[in-house]
């Protein structure tokens, strides 16, 4: 019978085979309990927040900057000819197709990605994946033409495919799925501080335009690209692999052989505190297709998904045209100037995040709750910008402030709450292909927002009052699907539940042998929400 984990107050009982009781006739017996104070379980969490954070903060940052990039480079330099639109020579069409086809190799590769970094070394297989990003965001620099901005748009999205589902897939194995939470906003914080960052930074790109014979944005693709391409080769020195049972020593195989190996995650007694709170990741059921089938059959992916597509929609619509909507309401700002407006934009996103995300990590049942708030603040901030007087520029101006506000903690949320939905559900595997499966067709709405509206809709471009009325008014319309898509689920949560599927077709996971081996330390605290208890204050009482 394999160790049972029960909870006690603040304790977390470990059963080990120390002083075991007499065991009765056809009858195991019962290891004796032997307590860890959940202080000494979270500080073994702290510890690997030190180690993985860091890493995935960087990476995120270095990555967003490459994939968004290209809507900055659309304004830089405008005042003398040298920005990406009048170099190339591309239409309202031309940009639009390049935005899109980003997206469109982006969720045909994403969850066959992330399936496979759950097959191989997912430290490696991050590793490829930024290495990746950083030589196809050098090759930015020597576009010349429509063709080559499309189709080197195209690999961008088949070389980034997997890396965010994969972080979030990533940090299952090391933490339990309702504290995934608040450390996927804290990495997700590096989108918002790169869109900031390269916004200011790319007035310096700017003042950079014509030396060494390349322009402003080249010189600003050709910088970040050789950024990701070192970090790349870092990452595989910096990342733990997948965690192994106390006392089993690390196998270097196959391509291993060649690869620098890295310092384990966790040693010692930290390791036996893990290992106890979270045994379900070091038992990993071997998958299959079938699996993968009844994942994908599965009613709970499909309203996750459309809870995804409006916030990332939204999200990257904002990110990729928040400076020609700044333009659109007051032509005379210069390059410059829109740079310098679009940071505080991602300024409220991040300070979202870090207020929003850690208090639903503590009320993980309401993570329905806070998502819908978030949209219902994207939604009135959008109604800002499309209806306050054209007069009062910086009223909506005020609204997109309001929108990158309500951002700032969906994507963590929807991301949070499909892997806690899945992984009791489905193990692994679940995890794996339903957080794929959520970005990747959840990013049908950047698709949506990027090739269908504002430059994309010539008619809703027009300069003018109303102009991009009509792309916020879709905005809004696939907003209140995101709500009404939460709604839809936890409403059916409640009414079908969400026990271990019964339907797993393979053998040797925690799973099928009884749900109380599944539940392990971490599983039982995760039956009651943690509320305001054990902050700061009460600490001090």
């Avoid at 819908?372 to 109604?383: D, E, M, P, Y």
Wanted: glycine share 10%; net charge positive.
């Amino acid at each position: 019978m394999a160790p049972h984990l029960a909870m006690a107050g603040d304790k977390t009982l470990v059963e080990t085979n120390a002083n075991p009781e007499p065991a009765t006739q056809g009858e195991e017996s019962r290891p004796t309990p032997v307590e860890y104070d959940i202080e000494r379980v979270e500080q073994v969490y702290r510890k690997l927040d030190r180690r993985i954070i860091p890493a995935f903060w960087i990476l995120y940052f270095i990555c967003s900057a490459i994939r968004s990039n290209i809507g900055l480079a659309q304004t830089m330099n405008a005042n003398v000819g040298h920005d990406l639109i009048t170099m190339l020579n591309l239409s309202s069409n031309d940009v639009s197709t390049a935005l899109a086809l980003f997206y469109v190799s982006y969720v045909i590769f994403d969850c066959p990605s992330n399936l496979i970094m759950s097959r191989l070394s997912p430290r490696v297989w991050m590793a490829r994946i930024v290495f990746a990003v950083g030589v196809i965001g050098a090759c930015f620099t020597a576009v010349r033409a429509a063709w080559s901005l499309k189709l080197l748009r195209f690999l961008l999205g088949v070389v980034i495919a997997g890396m965010w589902p994969g972080m979030s897939y990533y940090l299952t194995l090391f933490y339990p799925p309702s504290r995934t939470g608040k450390r996927i906003g804290q990495y997700f914080t590096a989108a918002q501080v790169s869109a900031a960052v390269v916004g200011l930074v790319s007035a310096g790109f700017q003042l950079m335009d014509g030396r060494g014979g390349l322009v402003g944005f080249q010189w600003m693709f050709l910088i970040y690209g050789l950024l990701a391409i070192v970090l790349g080769w870092t990452l595989l020195w910096w990342l733990p692999e997948r965690p192994l049972p106390p006392g089993v020593k690390r196998e270097r195989s196959g391509f291993m052989k060649w690869l620098p190996p890295t310092p384990e995650a966790l040693t010692g007694e930290d390791a036996l505190v893990h290992y106890e709170d979270l045994k379900r990741v070091y038992h990993p059921r071997p998958w299959i297709l079938k699996d993968l089938g009844y994942v994908l059959i599965d009613w709970r992916l499909w309203p996750l998904t459309l809870m995804y597509f409006g916030v990332v929609g939204v999200g990257i619509g904002t990110q990729l045209y928040g400076t020609v909507i700044i333009r659109g309401i007051n032509s005379s700002f210069t390059g410059v100037q829109l740079s310098l407006l679009f940071a505080p934009i991602w300024i409220m996103d991040l300070i979202a995040i870090l207020l929003v995300t850690p208090v639903s990590d503590r009320f993980h049942r309401l993570r329905p709750l806070f998502f819908s708030c978030a949209v219902c603040i994207q939604i009135a901030g959008l109604l800002t910008v499309t209806f306050a007087p054209t007069s009062n520029p910086w009223a909506r101006y005020g609204g997109l402030l309001m929108v990158g506000f309500g951002l700032g903690p969906t994507v963590p949320i929807c991301m949070t709450w499909t892997n806690e939905i899945f992984q009791q559900r489905h193990g692994e595997v679940g995890v794996a292909a339903a957080s794929a499966l959520v970005s990747g067709l959840g990013n049908l709405g950047s698709i949506t927002t990027t090739y269908a509206l504002y430059t994309g809709w010539p008619a809703d471009a027009v300069a003018g009052p109303h102009q991009y009325r009509r792309s916020n008014l879709v905005m809004i319309g696939i907003l209140c699907v995101s709500i009404l898509s939460s709604i839809v689920m936890f409403v059916a949560l409640k009414v079908v539940g969400n026990k271990p599927s019964q339907k797993i077709s393979s053998g040797g996971s925690s799973m099928i042998d009884g749900a109380d081996e599944f539940q392990d330390g971490a599983a039982r605290r995760e039956l009651q929400q943690r509320g305001f208890g054990r902050m700061w204050w009460s600490k001090r009482t």
